[in-house]
């Protein structure tokens, strides 16, 4: 067990998976010599040469595409997508293309692809830099999607993704590179489609993945702090498949879910974890479930009215009060509903 | 082959009535499809169909009672196989034999609720009286379905009235399973002493009379009947039905308790303090009355019972016309309260009547009933006994009249009541003297207050 950062675990998980697979090469722009825009590459281009590590034109849809040919040939491409803004420019490539050719032929090439790509706002990096997209390719069977949030999830799902022989969207996060983390030894690979308890409790089942399962845990450790309320937290690690039955199974405990996601509400992946709330455990809910997400707005720029954008600690603490308040758990300080402006009954 | 069974539908309730069977054998049962009419102590319910079949047998007939859990109907969901040990239960009217718990903790959360969700809750709890769906959370749904638990009188502390799995917690017993019936803690606390389900009714009403129908000579159109309407309505057809009522009518000089009661308001008032009634006179004076004659304050057991229910306390229940019917809120221990503590509570259970807002604990336990209609101008009237009591004062009104004093006239007040009489259990002489108890309390009023 090690302690190091995402960013680190990441590193190192393709520096070893490149040392155990000839067939495992990296695409992307400026991943090689400029040792990539977060430094996840970093060293691997001196240590692997070009034709492991391929510095590619800022053209999205072309690598995408190479990648895709690539893994339909028998290599195990990991590409690098600088933020998952710009995978819009290769949505055709991802969807048309890696998600479609298994099924749509017959099972006669199978696309072992895995496209890195972190999202998240928070950075000033303005409206089309910041966003929340994981939705597009969770949305579209033939595609998996992983989402870590911390640095051992990072290299057991990493190691899961690359060795898979489907098309992974890998979703990292801006906000995680720097976290730290235990990284366990070894090389033992995540199941893809499962998610993680990562926090056991009774009083409420509070499910979010990447950077707000990161906040998930940080909340339910300091409400059991300061109100001895005892959350449970589900990371849901993987975005499709979704891990239904790891969700349904905590809100039959608790009967109360919160779900925060980082990306918009309307139609997003909590919108989907509620409603297969609503199919499994039905009849084990003492009260709606409630949802915490980013505004409805483009991301402004502005550090201030950025940051009142994003879904903060205290908004999932709101939420958490007002769903324990309507199932009658009452907490030793005054309930923060008014922060929400919503009505309690 | 699923035996359908007596629900448990309100937590005092110990067997159920078969008022009307929705379905008749053969025909088509969809869960959720309302299956019988069942009449309580307290209400008549819809009971719903949980699984889906063919209804192949009444077990009870429309009319005839049976014990909570008792197979009441047989419904053919395709399996078969007869119910094992299906005998069918005779109709009972046994004597009550209650071992309820008797002080269980009312079913609300333990720490004082916010109040917005307290007054959420108290608006939805009138629904229990009348029309509109309960609201309660799935998880509250699922447990009183496999706990066959009555949520009509539980109250929700949840957003909206909403009730929450805090609020049944007390009904779950520990370790209650989805099985057969479980024993049921009462969702109100009555700690009032034992008093027999009221005898409900038998037979089918209005044997031999056409079922009335709107029609054009009369110029008649159907209006939807209460469920408070029909329960008055089956009640009150039952005591006058079943109870072998007489009527003895008394008048008493009430000269010196009008002199008394102005005296007593001129003084409250210049205390600042409410005033009082003459009815919160005559509560008292009941009570006064029927701690000297405590065979009036009694129950009929039934026709089966080695016993007859003689009331240690006196819990007057005062009849109040309330707009959506008749409704009598139950004072507790009336003989050991004051008159201005009778008139508060009297207050407070009347405006609480006009609301629909009473709890069942509030219009429970009582054991003996006044009406008084002498606001109207009503000179004297006879009313129907509420049972399981075993008498009802009707009183009339107050009006000066000339009466004859020594040699003279003189104009007076006048007060007359007449009291109706269980006369299973009470005779004629018994209850004259009750009645000259009373009256020698009215006309020396003073004893009343004393």
């Known amino acids: 067990m090690t302690i190091m950062t995402y960013r680190q675990a990441l590193h190192d998980t393709l520096r070893a998976e490149m040392l155990r697979d000839e067939s495992v090469l990296l695409l992307g722009e400026e991943i090689g010599v400029f040792e990539g825009s977060y430094k996840i590459t970093a060293g691997l281009l001196k240590e692997f040469g070009e034709k492991r590590v391929r510095d590619t034109p800022i053209a999205e849809e072309g690598f995408a595409g190479a990648a895709i040919g690539a893994a339909m040939l028998g290599l195990r491409p990991v590409v690098e997508m600088m933020t998952i803004n710009f995978s819009m420019l290769a949505l055709d490539q991802i969807i048309n293309h890696a998600a479609k050719i298994y099924g749509m032929f017959g099972g006669q090439a199978s696309v072992p692809l895995v496209i890195r790509t972190p999202g998240g706002g928070g950075q000033q990096l303005g409206a089309t830099h910041s966003q929340n997209i994981e939705l597009f390719y969770a949305f579209v069977p033939g595609l998996k999607v992983v989402a870590p949030s911390n640095p051992a999830d990072a290299k057991a799902l990493l190691l899961a993704a690359i060795r898979d022989n489907d098309p992974v969207l890998f979703l990292e996060n801006l906000a995680l590179y720097n976290t730290k983390g235990e990284v366990p030894e070894g090389d033992e690979p995540a199941e893809i489609g499962r998610a993680l308890v990562t926090r056991p409790g009774k009083d409420l089942t509070l499910i979010g993945y990447s950077r707000m399962a990161h906040v998930a845990a940080e909340v339910a450790a300091s409400l059991a702090e300061s109100d001895g309320l005892d959350i449970e937290v589900v990371d849901l690690r993987s975005l499709r498949p979704l891990d239904r039955e790891t969700i349904v199974s905590s809100v039959k405990k608790t009967h109360a879910a919160v779900v925060v996601e980082d990306d918009w509400l309307t139609y997003g992946i909590g919108a989907e974890v509620a409603a297969s709330i609503s199919d499994g455990a039905f009849d084990y809910l003492d009260a709606p479930v409630r949802r915490v997400a980013m505004a409805e707005v483009p991301l402004p720029y502005s550090k201030p009215l950025e940051t009142a954008a994003l879904p903060s600690h205290d908004d999932v603490i709101a939420a958490i009060r007002q769903t324990l308040a309507a199932v009658g758990h009452r907490t030793a300080r005054p309930l923060a509903t008014a922060a929400l402006g919503v009505p309690q009954s | ?450």
């Not at chain 2, 109207?376 to 049972?387: D, K, L, M, Q, S």
């Open chain 2, 1 to 450: 082959m699923i035996e359908i069974k007596m629900p448990r539908l309100s937590d005092t309730m110990e067997e159920g009535a078969i008022s009307t069977w929705r379905k008749q054998p053969g025909d088509k049962v969809e869960v959720g499809d309302v299956l019988v009419e069942i009449e309580t102590d307290k209400a008549v319910m819809e009971y719903e169909a949980y699984q889906a079949g063919t209804l192949a047998e009444i077990l009870v007939p429309e009319g005839k009672n049976a014990d909570i859990g008792a197979p009441i109907a047989l419904l053919d969901d395709g399996t078969g196989a007869p119910a094992a040990a299906v005998a069918a239960p005779s109709a009972q009217n046994q004597a009550p034999e209650r071992g309820e718990p008797s002080s269980v903790a009312p079913a609300v959360s333990p720490a004082p609720a916010p109040a917005p969700a307290v007054a959420a809750a108290t608006a939805v709890n009138g629904l229990a009286n009348g029309g509109g769906r309960q609201v309660a959370s799935p998880l509250v749904r699922k447990l009183a379905r496999e706990n066959h638990l009555d949520l009509s009188h539980v109250t929700g502390s949840g957003p909206g009235g909403r009730i929450i799995r805090a609020d049944i917690s007390n009904l779950l017993g520990a370790g209650t399973q989805a099985a057969a019936p479980a024993p049921v803690v009462p969702a109100v606390p009555t700690d009032a002493p034992p008093a027999p389900a009221a005898p409900v009714p038998a037979g089918p009403a209005a044997a031999g009379s056409a079922p009335a129908q709107t029609d054009d000579v009369r110029g008649t159109r159907g209006v939807p009947i209460s469920q408070v309407r029909r329960v008055i309505a089956r009640r009150l057809s039952a005591s006058a039905r079943e109870i072998p009522h007489f009527y003895v009518t008394a008048v008493a000089d009430a000269q010196d308790l009008m002199d008394l009661r102005a005296t007593l308001n001129a003084q409250l008032t210049e205390a600042g303090r409410p005033k009082v009634s003459v009815n919160d006179l005559l509560v008292r004076a009941c009570a006064l009355a029927l701690r000297e004659h405590q065979d009036v304050n009694v129950s009929y057991g039934g026709d089966d019972s080695s016993i007859v229910l003689v009331h240690d306390r006196i819990n007057v229940g005062v009849a109040v016309a309330a707009e959506s019917g008749l409704i009598v809120p139950v004072i507790r221990d009336a003989d050991t309260k004051t008159v201005t503590q009778l008139g508060a509570e009297a207050k407070q259970l009347v405006a609480l009547a006009g609301e629909r807002k009473l709890t069942p604990a509030q219009t429970s336990g009582g054991t003996f009933t006044i009406s008084n209609l002498g606001m109207y101008g009503v000179e004297h009237f006879t009313a129907i006994i509420n049972p399981p009591e075993s008498a009802i004062l009707a009183v009339g009104a107050t009006t000066r009249e000339p009466t004859v004093v020594g040699d003279t006239l003189e104009p007076r007040y006048r007060l007359r009541y007449t009291l109706s009489v269980d006369h299973r259990v009470i005779d004629g002489a018994l209850a004259a003297r009750f009645l000259q108890t009373l009256t020698n309390l009215i006309e020396h009023p003073w004893m009343i207050i004393a």
